[in-house]
Each structure stands twice: as structure tokens, then as C-alpha cells.
């Protein structure tokens, strides 16, 4: 009887409420609505009946006994807040899991007794097995089912159907309903409880005075889908890592279901611009990767479409974008703060989510509040998360506790100008189960309704705001539950919804505001934290974009793509999944740099250098779809001595500008004074003096010509020249005596022999073909 001590004596006690039943259900003429008689043909169901079917098949196990014999399941219960007036309807599966046959057994309803606090509720939820102690005799008579057999094994269908004034519902309140079957077996003759399913049924039939206002997030947020890398054409495509989005997106998908649905419900959006931009991308052209390569995406339309109904839907109602990619803050809190630069990652997550959101739903978000994971926070984490501005953070009461006899408002200032929106955790946790299974929807959303209706009336006269923030990432089965269970507050008997920012304005000032310390923090949930080592190549990765970037002259196709990879990285979703986080890191990280070596030094063979100076050609090479600037190429002698680039200097740089696709000689002036081998260095650097790329190196030859050999050679050009000048001398003076010859023959008589000379004029026309022409 300890449960029932809890009862204040407002309330009749279960005995005499009993009684009173008993007689008034004694003097109902009406029967059960609906209820008919058993078939003989058990194949046969329609309402008010039972059928037998097969049940599930289970491995191998001892059989359950007692009143854990038959797994009663409740599967539908409408309304689900009944008032006066209407009848209440209960269908479910009665299941034999006991290996005898059950026979001449009953289907009876059990009502009260009247739950009188919220921790009763949280009990009675938690109980199982038949209690003659606590649980409330049947109704009997007309609303009473008879199953004359149930076969071991086998599942059997039934539907009560009961009037509201038949239940003994005295006044508002929470009511513990229950269903059971009572019957015997060979080795249990007598009548006994067999199985028994409890929930509860709120009743409130007139509006209450101050109704608790409720705020119920609605979390659009998804895994990361999107790669790193893009395409080649000016449009960059992005490549997905899987299509599996589009399941989500499509008809009875996921996403699709909490759009569909959420349009009618008086809710508060809470959007991971990532998913937007993600999906956005979906309705362009797009690539997935498939093995080695990629293929085109091809679900533009399921893309669009879901965008459209998403901008509808939210068309005047409160947005909150969270950061981008929805970071893990207690991550970063806990470990990511240690390692330079993370928290500037947050600052830029944090700073695009707005303008994602306007782009794409063109509506403005609140960005204003920070959600660490199932609203746990230590001192540690609410520094974290109003690190990038963000001044009010939403956190959970098993974690942020409140020492009241009752439930306070939300909201509370805890400092700093900090507002923590404490959200109810029992009813952001009530629908985190299976509910595949219509039986667990069914008592969830019972419990739900029961929970809300006992807050208002914790303190009746007093009006109080609480917020529900459920998972993440909710199953397809578990947003249609949460659905379900708003509509039943759609008769505003008890509750009246209100924004977050409404909510987030509304302050307690009994409600506590002493942040819990992190001995405190959830051991399970610290374990799923990304770790030091994740930063660490978080940041190695924005340490080589930031050194890539500068030598780019379209730093903007490289920089976001991976600048929003690295806010991925951090993302909430890779909790529970380390194995999928770090292979994402890898990737991100090996992708940079192998687009980063595509700008590098071509490797070269050995020099021979002869003479006094020359010049050293080092080749650079750019692969890259855009053109590479303020990089330097220095060549460094290991031996000034022998061979001298620059004066004094050990080394000579030359400025490097390159457009895509091509490579570049640079030439440095040398200059030898010893001969010998001379080990070169050429690296290139950034502007602010980065070593870039990985450096080369090659050996030069000097070979140097010394001043004896110069004089050798400078006699051989004279000995060359005198030679000339007498072969000159010789000619001329032998022409002389040729023509003087000449003169002394012209005076003789010609002689008639002689033939006279054809020296006709010379032709001016060109050489005939084939001819060859001396010029």
C-alpha cells in the first residue's frame, strides 16, 4: 500500500471509488459499444471482436509465468483525453507467452486510482506484473470481453469500448488505466491475473485557469552527407559521400514526415543550416561517389520538392538556426579548447548559420541560443557555448536540477548576461524508444499527456512555461509519435503553446541557477565525446588551408568547401560513430593535400656549369584550375665560396605567378669562382616566408676556365688573324702581275683563228625549274 499513501485524503480512497462503480455499472443498462460476440471462425476480425493469429517468433527462453503470462499490448486509444460525454475506445494484442493454453478468460478495464504527482506517474510507468495491492479492480459487467481460449503461442486481437461516465472520473486529474486478462490454466485452475498493461488517462473536461505554457523544439537535423571535394567546373559540384538523403527526403521518409507533419503543430523549429545547405546543393547538379569515382546525383526533384514544402511550412513561424553543422560543444568544451584555433571554428559555424538559413528559407533565425547534447552542461561547456555569441543555451533539468516540490519555469538568468532554457526531461525523453511498435506510441504518448497535465496542476493557480527538446535526430516512427502526442493538446484544455523565444524571455525566479559541476556531467555521454586527438587533426588540416589559401587567386572555391568540412568534423552526429568521424577526418585531410602538392617543384637532374656565370633554371608546376601567386622560389648554395647566387648571400629568390594548368621555368644568374661540386637547395615559400611544398635538391658542376688556357686560346685567334693578313698580301700582289700581263698581249694584231667570245646580255628571268641558283 505505499504507492496509495501518496493519494491526499482530497481524493476518495480506491476502496470506496470501487464500490461506487460497482453499483453505477450494477444499474448501466447500455452495453459495451461495439463489443459482439467471439466468432466461431477465429480468422475473422471486425471491432468488438477478437481474432487469433501467430505470433512473433522468439528465441528460444523460459516461459514467462503468473501474471507476465499473456503480453498485453495496447494499441490504439481514442480519445486520448477523453471528456464528458464521450466513449472510450482501446483495441490491442493479447499474447500468449506461457507454453499451456488459457481458457474461460476475461478482458476487463481497471481505472484509478487518481495519480497525485509527476514522480507517481514516472512509478506506475515503470511497473509490470499484476499488483492486488495497487491496481484497481475491473470495471465488470457489461465492459467486459470473454476469450474462451487463447492457445500457447498465439496473439489474439480485442476492442473495448467503454462510456467516460462508466470510468468513476471524480474530478480533473491523472488516472491510471489499466487493461488485463484473467483466466486459467491446466496448472493454474483457478481464476488469476494473467497479464496486465498500464497507462494513464488524463482528464480535464473544462479549460484550466492558468494553463502551462509549452514550448515542443522540432529538430531539422541530419548526419553529414557532403565531401570535401568539388568538382572541376566553375560551378564547383559537390560530390556527396552517399544518396542516402534522399530516402530521408522522399515521401515517408524522415525529414519528409517531420515537414509534412510539423506545418500543423504548434511547434518551434530548430534547424541545422548544414541540412539546408546540404539539400540546397540536392536541387543543382551533384555527384555521389561510387567506388573509385562518382556518378551523377539524380534526385534533384525529391530535393526541390522538400524545400518548398520546408519554406511553406515555416511561413510565420519562430526559426533557430544553430550553429553550422550543429558542433558538439561539450566536445570542445571538454577537449577541443585545449588545441589552438577550435574555438574559431565554432565563431565561423556559428557566423554562417544565419546567412544560410535566410538564403535558402529566406527567413530570418534566431542564432542566439547554443543546445550541448541531451541538454547536459557543466561550467566548462556554458563557456564554450556563449564563446561565439550565442547568450542563451539550452540545457535539460536531469542536469540542470531544481530543487522544488514542483516544476518551474524554464528559463532562469544564471549570470553574464546567460539565460539557461531548462527543458523538461521527462517529457523530452517519452518518445526515445521503439515506437515501430503501436503499443509503445500508444502508452508513450498516454504518458506524455498524463506528465503535461500534471505539471499545470502541480500549482494550479500559478502559470508556468516549459520546453521539451527532444533527440536530435528523431526515427521516422518516433516524429509521427511526437506528432501524435501535440495533437492531443490541440484542445488547449491544459497547455497553450509558445515559442523558444518567448520562452527563453520568460524567467523563474525560484528556479535554480547554479550551473552543475562536471564531476556531474554523464559519465555514458562523455565517453561518445570526440577526443584531443580529433582537434588536433582538425587543426592541422585548418593550418594547411590557411597556407595553401594564400598563394591562390581564387582562394574562395578551396577555402569554403573545406571550411565547412572542418565545421562537419565537429558535428554532434558522430557521437556513438568514432569510426565513421575519423575516417572523415582522414579524408578531408588527404584530399587537401593532394590538392595542395599539385603546385610543386618539378625534381631535376645534376648541372655542369662552365665559364664564370650562367644561369640555373628551376621549373615549377601548377595543376590546379586556377592561377597560384605571392609564392617565392629560393635557391640556396650550400658553398657561396665556389658558386655565388646573390652577392653575400647564400641564397636567391625570384617572385613565382603561374595560371592553371601551367609550369614555369625560373632562371637564377650564377656566378662560379672555384671548380668543383656545389649541393643546391630550391624550396618554395609564401610571401610571410612559409616553406610551401616539400624542396628539391641537385648537385652543379662548376668547371671553370683558367687564365692560362684563356692566353693559349687568345694566341691562337692571333696566329689565325696574322695568317689572314698574308694570305691577303700574297693575293693582291699576284693580281697585280696578272693584269700587268694582260696590258702587254692587248697590243698584238688579232689573230683570225681566234674566235670571237659570246658575251651576249644576261638574262633577268629566273633559274629554270630544277636549276640550281648560287647566291
Excluded: C
Excluded at 476487463?108 to 497525485?116: C, E, I, L, N, Y
Excluded at 566548462?380 to 557555448?385: G, K
Excluded at 518518445?431 to 499545470?456: C, I, P, R, Y
Excluded at 646580255?761 to 625549274?769: H, M, N
Aim: aromatic content about 4%; proline content about 8%; cysteine-free.
Amino acid at each position: 500500500m505505499a504507492e496509495a499513501a501518496d493519494i491526499q485524503g482530497t481524493s476518495p480512497s480506491p476502496a470506496r471509488r470501487w464500490l461506487r462503480r460497482a453499483a453505477a455499472f450494477a444499474a448501466a443498462a447500455p452495453l459495451l459499444a461495439g463489443l459482439l460476440q467471439l466468432p466461431a471462425a477465429p480468422t475473422a476480425v471486425a471491432a468488438g471482436t477478437v481474432a487469433p493469429q501467430a505470433a512473433p517468433q522468439a528465441a528460444p527462453q523460459a516461459a514467462p509465468t503468473g501474471s507476465r503470462t499473456v503480453a498485453v499490448s495496447l494499441d490504439t486509444l481514442t480519445p486520448s483525453a477523453p471528456v464528458e460525454g464521450d466513449t472510450l475506445t482501446i483495441s490491442g494484442t493479447l499474447t500468449n507467452q506461457g507454453k499451456q493454453t488459457i481458457t474461460d478468460a476475461t478482458v476487463d478495464v481497471r481505472v484509478g486510482p487518481r495519480m497525485t504527482s509527476r514522480s507517481e506517474i514516472e512509478q506506475v510507468a515503470g511497473r509490470t506484473g499484476f499488483r492486488p495491492d495497487s491496481d484497481p479492480a475491473a470495471l465488470g459487467g457489461a465492459y467486459t470481453l470473454k476469450i474462451p481460449r487463447l492457445a500457447a503461442g498465439l496473439a489474439q486481437e480485442f476492442t473495448l469500448a467503454v462510456p467516460v461516465s462508466k470510468l468513476g472520473l471524480d474530478e480533473e486529474g491523472v488516472y491510471q488505466l489499466g487493461v488485463s486478462l484473467t483466466g486459467h490454466t491446466v496448472a493454474q485452475p483457478g481464476d488469476r491475473v494473467l497479464g496486465i498493461k498500464r497507462t494513464f488517462l488524463p482528464y480535464q473536461p473544462d479549460p484550466a485557469e492558468k494553463k502551462t505554457r509549452l514550448t515542443y523544439l522540432w529538430p531539422l537535423i541530419s548526419t553529414s552527407h557532403v565531401a570535401a571535394q568539388t568538382g572541376s567546373d566553375d560551378q564547383q559540384t559537390p560530390v556527396f559521400e552517399t544518396d542516402e538523403l534522399a530516402g530521408e527526403l522522399a515521401p515517408g521518409g524522415r525529414l519528409e514526415q517531420m515537414v509534412t507533419l510539423g506545418k500543423d503543430l504548434p511547434i518551434t523549429w530548430v534547424i541545422d543550416p548544414d541540412l539546408l545547405a546540404t539539400v540546397d546543393a540536392m536541387t543543382k547538379n551533384y555527384r555521389v561517389k561510387s567506388g573509385a569515382g562518382d556518378v551523377p546525383g539524380r534526385n534533384q526533384a525529391v530535393a526541390k520538392q522538400w524545400l518548398d514544402s520546408l519554406e511553406k511550412a515555416v511561413a510565420g513561424d519562430k526559426i533557430v538556426a544553430l550553429p553550422f553543422a550543429d558542433p558538439d560543444i561539450a566536445s570542445l568544451a571538454h577537449s577541443g579548447k585545449s588545441v589552438p584555433g577550435s574555438l574559431s571554428n565554432l565563431q565561423t559555424a556559428t557566423e554562417l548559420a544565419g546567412s544560410t538559413v535566410e538564403t535558402v528559407l529566406h527567413v530570418k533565425p534566431s542564432t542566439d541560443f547554443s543546445w550541448p547534447v541531451d541538454g547536459a552542461v557543466d561550467p566548462s561547456i556554458m563557456a564554450v557555448a556563449t564563446s561565439a555569441g550565442a547568450r542563451k543555451v539550452i540545457a535539460r533539468s536531469d542536469s540542470f536540477r531544481d530543487d522544488l516540490p514542483y516544476t518551474p519555469t524554464a528559463a532562469r538568468p544564471i549570470g553574464g548576461g546567460t539565460t539557461a532554457v531548462v527543458s523538461d526531461a521527462s517529457l523530452s525523453t517519452a518518445f526515445e524508444g521503439d515506437m515501430l511498435h503501436t503499443g509503445n506510441s500508444t502508452t508513450a504518448v498516454q504518458e506524455f499527456l498524463a506528465q503535461s497535465l500534471a505539471v499545470t496542476l502541480e500549482q494550479p493557480d500559478r502559470q508556468r512555461s516549459i520546453v521539451v527538446a527532444p533527440q536530435r535526430i528523431p526515427t521516422t516512427s518516433q516524429v509521427q509519435t511526437m506528432a501524435s502526442a501535440l495533437r492531443g493538446l490541440s484542445a488547449k484544455r491544459w497547455t497553450e503553446p509558445l515559442d523558444l523565444l518567448a520562452a527563453a524571455e520568460t524567467t523563474s525566479p525560484e528556479a535554480s541557477t547554479r550551473v552543475p559541476g562536471a564531476s556531474r556531467y554523464p559519465r555514458e555521454l562523455r565517453k561518445q565525446e570526440l577526443g584531443l586527438e580529433a582537434f588536433r587533426r582538425m587543426r592541422e588540416t585548418r593550418e594547411g588551408l590557411d597556407e595553401f589559401k594564400v598563394i591562390l587567386t581564387q582562394p574562395d572555391r578551396v577555402v569554403t568547401p573545406f571550411g565547412t568540412a572542418i565545421s562537419r568534423e565537429m558535428s554532434t552526429s558522430w557521437r556513438g560513430r568514432p569510426e565513421a568521424a575519423g575516417a572523415y577526418r582522414t579524408q578531408v585531410s588527404l584530399y587537401l593535400e593532394g590538392i595542395t602538392d599539385e603546385v610543386r617543384l618539378i625534381e631535376k637532374s645534376d648541372l655542369t656549369l662552365s665559364g664564370r656565370s650562367a644561369t640555373i633554371p628551376v621549373t615549377v608546376q601548377n595543376k590546379l584550375l586556377q592561377g597560384v601567386d605571392h609564392l617565392v622560389l629560393r635557391l640556396t648554395s650550400s658553398n657561396k665560396t665556389r658558386l655565388q647566387l646573390n652577392g653575400d648571400e647564400p641564397f636567391a629568390e625570384l617572385p613565382v605567378k603561374i595560371g592553371a594548368g601551367h609550369s614555369q621555368s625560373v632562371k637564377f644568374p650564377a656566378s662560379a669562382n672555384a671548380n668543383g661540386p656545389v649541393p643546391m637547395t630550391a624550396q618554395l615559400y609564401t610571401e610571410e616566408g612559409e616553406p610551401y611544398g616539400d624542396p628539391i635538391t641537385f648537385t652543379v658542376r662548376v668547371s671553370e676556365i683558367t687564365s692560362t688556357v684563356m692566353l693559349v686560346i687568345a694566341g691562337g685567334v692571333l696566329l689565325l688573324v696574322l695568317a689572314g693578313v698574308r694570305m691577303y698580301t700574297q693575293r693582291k700582289r699576284a693580281a697585280a702581275r696578272n693584269s700587268e700581263a694582260e696590258t702587254t698581249e692587248s697590243d698584238e694584231p688579232e689573230q683570225p683563228s681566234d674566235p670571237v667570245p659570246d658575251t651576249g646580255p644576261e638574262s633577268g628571268d629566273p633559274s629554270g625549274a630544277g636549276e640550281k641558283v648560287d647566291r
